[in-house]
């Protein structure tokens, strides 16, 4: 009784345990199947969200010369804008007629466009004279013309844009003419200007002006009447550069007067650079404040052996820059000119200095001569040291056709009026500059 009693114990448990096993395998399944449906419509959306279509016509017209203005794609990657990541390649050559296909490729993806150029211009536009043209620096250029018209015979000739160009500066220019019709559709056709060098037209020439020592007249130094009459107060100062940025002065860089002189580069009537020999501390002090909030830019020509690395850092301004006065060779030894040592140094040891102010000051654009003095032997140095710009004493405008490392400055001096300062370095209806 006991072994039967046991056997059947054991079938009816058996029987009893399968439905709930049953009933445990049905969630688990169900749960499996909903997964699985939400991974098919994450594909499903994600798909949907990669995609790349043309914008505009698949098929365009375009005249001769005419203007393509390409309506580009649309597209998608993974939900992802990506439209200008988009890779064009192909296009038409609006100079000659036919059919041209534009193809947009992203990822796997790509699609096409065709652009067919016509045999004639919609609309017509036609340039007078020579389309190109040779002239010099400071000619004036003269329109020869056009005239233009659409596929009506309705002149538009005074609906044709020109781009300005100014020719202030040698080279090859292109002016462009375009003009549009009533359905929106443009023709393009283009001038070229060759602008030549010339040392020869009329300019007032550039002063650049020489300053040495700024103080505060409220704290004047002691040899506030001595050291040549080099001072200049920061209140006269201050009220030259107000007047200067009230006039509307231009304020070149190194690069621009360098072309200036070499014929390359018109510069505006009123054009003015200021500079400041030696760098020394108390005019540094000075002079970042009174920068900063006129926003003038000038130019410390810094004798870099006098604390030249601690200047540079010091005195970081966007309106000032550190040009070379030599690293050790502002001292007299020569015996030329003011006993300058340039003149007379030795070409590798005059090398050496020159490079070792430029690495310091962090710029070699532009240099002035310690007391003014310059010669052939300065004029191979300073040439070999790569500056483009140098500067003396002499008085006087800079001009085109000059020696551009050996230019002259307008001097200013301590005490000097505002007057004096607009007789000197404003244009030629005043008088020529007055040495004081």
């Given at each position: 009784?006991?072994?039967r ?46 995609y ?28 992802r ?12 050559d ?6 041209y ?27 007078k ?31 044709v ?27 393009r ?57 009230e ?20 510069l505006?009537?009123?054009?003015i ?20 909030q ?67 000051c ?68 005043t ?6």
């Amino acid at each position: 009784m006991s072994i039967r009693h046991n056997a059947i114990t054991r079938r009816f448990e058996s029987r009893r345990k399968k439905p709930a096993d049953r009933r445990l395998l049905i969630p688990v399944i169900v749960a499996g199947v909903f997964v699985f449906g939400i991974a098919l419509m994450g594909i499903h959306y994600y798909s949907e969200q990669t995609y790349l279509f043309l914008n505009g016509e698949a098929e365009m017209t375009v005249g001769l010369q005419g203007v393509f203005e390409d309506p580009g794609v649309t597209a998608k990657s993974w939900g992802r804008d990506v439209s200008d990541q988009t890779e064009i390649t192909g296009g038409p050559d609006l100079k000659t007629p036919g059919e041209y296909c534009v193809t947009y490729t992203s990822g796997d993806l790509h699609v096409e466009r065709t652009v067919t150029v016509l045999d004639h211009m919609v609309p017509e536009l036609k340039l007078k004279g020579d389309r190109n043209i040779s002239m010099k620096l400071g000619e004036t250029f003269e329109e020869p013309g056009y005239t233009a018209s659409d596929d009506s015979g309705r002149d538009l000739t005074d609906q044709v844009q020109v781009s300005e160009q100014s020719f202030d500066r040698a080279g090859t220019w292109k002016i462009r003419y375009t003009v549009s019709d009533r359905e929106g559709r443009k023709t393009r056709l283009t001038r070229k200007v060759t602008i030549e060098p010339n040392t020869e037209y009329e300019t007032p020439g550039l002063p650049i002006c020489m300053y040495h020592y700024v103080y505060d007249e409220n704290d004047p130094p002691d040899d506030v009447n001595g050291r040549y009459k080099n001072y200049i107060s920061r209140q006269d100062l201050i009220e030259e550069m107000n007047w200067l940025n009230e006039e509307g002065y231009y304020y070149p860089s190194w690069e621009e007067v360098r072309d200036y002189v070499d014929g390359k580069l018109l510069l505006p009537a009123k054009s003015i650079v200021l500079t400041f020999d030696d760098g020394e501390y108390a005019t540094l002090d000075q002079l970042i404040p009174i920068v900063e909030q006129t926003h003038v830019p000038v130019t410390s020509f810094l004798i870099t052996e006098h604390a030249g690395e601690k200047k540079v850092k010091q005195y970081r301004s966007e309106y000032l820059r550190f040009e070379s006065h030599t690293h050790g060779l502002h001292h007299a030894g020569g015996a030329a000119g003011y006993r300058g040592m340039l003149p007379v140094i030795d070409y590798e040891s005059g090398l050496a200095d020159l490079k070792k102010s430029i690495e310091i000051c962090g710029s070699g654009l532009a240099i002035a001569y310690p007391y003014g003095d310059y010669n052939e032997n300065t004029r191979q140095i300073t040439e070999a040291a790569g500056f483009l710009v140098g500067v003396t004493t002499q008085f006087g405008n800079a001009r085109p056709g000059m020696n551009p490392l050996a230019l002259p400055r307008i001097r200013m001096w301590q005490d000097q009026t505002l007057e004096y300062f607009q007789r000197n370095v404003a244009p030629p209806q005043t008088p020529e500059p007055a040495v004081q």
